[in-house]
């Protein structure tokens, strides 16, 4: 039997839900439908069909990746990211290299695409990460959230007790723009917020509630508040289970997906504005996938912290990617230094990449400098996106293969990859 690769053409979409469905039990549990495959490309800017790639044996759709079109910030740099999504082969036809060949291909249409970085989800240790791995994926982070019952969320907001929520109140479409700025502007505090379009926000935000990738249920499933002054200044997103119709929930279960405000003094009281929101719509479990800021340290202490999927990444084209951070690179630069002349450089099993500074403007070329550093494939997306620093990862060790560099130039690796945080919304997982 012949396995013909080759990307999406009208009429696939039964055979790739169908596969999907017989793959991933979350999929029927969530009613996948043709519609919605179809539709979601109305919905999220990242999905197109054209980029769904299909294995096929005798007319039989046998395996499927869907390649994601993610804009991720990391400071004021926004990279082209090219995700990995719905990695499915037909148990009839595994252990053939079906999937592995769909990544590759992926891999290729990124480079087509001119996306430097492709990055997935999947379980550690699965029967996909082993694949993943293979390819040639980096380990960068593990996703976590805190969980707790309303114990957990009564001792929280006794913390939160002295912040202010009269100025709380319900996310109108008056105030979207605001709230788009918002968001825009606290993504660039971490690394992994993706920019969203206007039509992102009313679709898979204010007209429906999307819990991740297709799953999502109806606007009244989702808790949408602002906090204001004289205007508006934060907002938070969660999800109630309880009004869920589409899905099956076995627990009285509410997620906070999102907080953002360009002040962070406003991020406790809109902390205590959602949980106080979700504890009076009767949610009894509680799950928080929020960044940990030092503000809401001794609120998330009343939780426990619960490890989830792990985020790979590939770098497709490293010089590209670095000429995509150089703005965030220089800035940090100039804060630390002013401006500096030197040259570093960073190699890793995906290629060699030389900073040629110069008065604090960074020129990006392929090479190796006097002053070099080479990393692991897990070391240099943590850089990356600071998921680790340089200095941690120095005292750490195990991500640095060879070390060549003097006194200036250490100190200029620390202050271009400093420890950041790293999250991705729910809403924007693929």
């Not at 060879?402 to 690796?413: C, M």
Request: net charge neutral; charged share 30%; proline share 1%.
């Amino acid at each position: 039997m012949e396995v013909k690769f080759r990307r999406y053409k009208s009429g696939d979409e039964e055979g790739i839900v169908e596969l999907m469905k017989t793959c991933f039990r979350t999929f029927n549990s969530w009613k996948l439908s043709v519609m919605d495959w179809i539709g979601y490309e109305g919905d999220d800017d990242g999905f197109s069909r054209e980029n769904a790639l299909v294995a096929e044996i005798d007319g039989e759709i046998v395996g499927h990746v869907q390649l994601m079109h993610r804009k991720m910030r990391i400071g004021k740099s926004i990279i082209d990211c090219g995700g990995i999504a719905n990695v499915s082969t037909h148990p009839k036809h595994r252990m053939k290299g079906v999937a592995t060949k769909l990544m590759q291909m992926a891999l290729d249409i990124c480079r087509e695409k001119g996306w430097p970085i492709s990055s997935l989800f999947t379980g550690y240790g699965s029967d996909g990460y082993r694949v993943y791995r293979k390819v040639g994926y980096a380990n960068t982070t593990f996703i976590h959230e805190y969980v707790g019952t309303c114990e957990n969320v009564d001792n929280a907001l006794k913390t939160l007790r002295k912040y202010d929520r009269n100025g709380i109140s319900e996310m109108g479409e008056e105030d979207l723009h605001a709230v788009i700025k918002i968001h825009d502007e606290y993504g660039r505090k971490i690394s992994g917020y993706c920019q969203r379009s206007e039509n992102y926000w009313r679709r898979k935000i204010m007209e429906k509630t999307y819990y991740q990738s297709f799953f999502y249920e109806g606007k009244e499933t989702g808790i949408r508040i602002v906090s204001e002054d004289d205007e508006v200044n934060g907002y938070a997103l969660s999800f109630n289970t309880l009004k869920a119709s589409r899905s099956q929930w076995t627990d009285k279960l509410g997620m906070v997906m999102e907080l953002g405000a360009i002040e962070s003094g406003k991020l406790c009281n809109l902390l205590n504005g959602i949980l106080n929101k979700m504890r009076n719509e009767g949610i009894k479990i509680f799950r928080l996938r929020i960044p940990k800021h030092e503000e809401l340290s001794e609120a998330l202490k009343c939780f426990e912290t619960m490890k989830g999927a792990i985020y790979m990444n590939y770098i497709v084209n490293q010089r590209k990617l670095f000429e995509a951070i150089k703005g965030v690179l220089e800035e940090r630069i100039i804060e630390k230094y002013g401006e500096l002349d030197y040259e570093i450089s960073i190699g890793s099993p995906y290629g060699c990449t030389k900073l040629e500074i110069s008065s604090g403007k960074i020129n990006v070329v392929e090479g190796k400098s006097k002053n070099h550093i080479q990393v692991t494939s897990d070391g240099i997306t943590k850089l990356i996106y600071g998921v680790e620093g340089f200095k941690e990862m120095l005292n750490d060790g195990r991500d640095i293969i060879r070390i060549e560099i003097d006194g200036e130039a250490l100190k200029i690796f620390e202050a271009i990859f400093p420890k950041r945080i790293f999250q991705i919304s729910p809403i924007d997982e693929w």
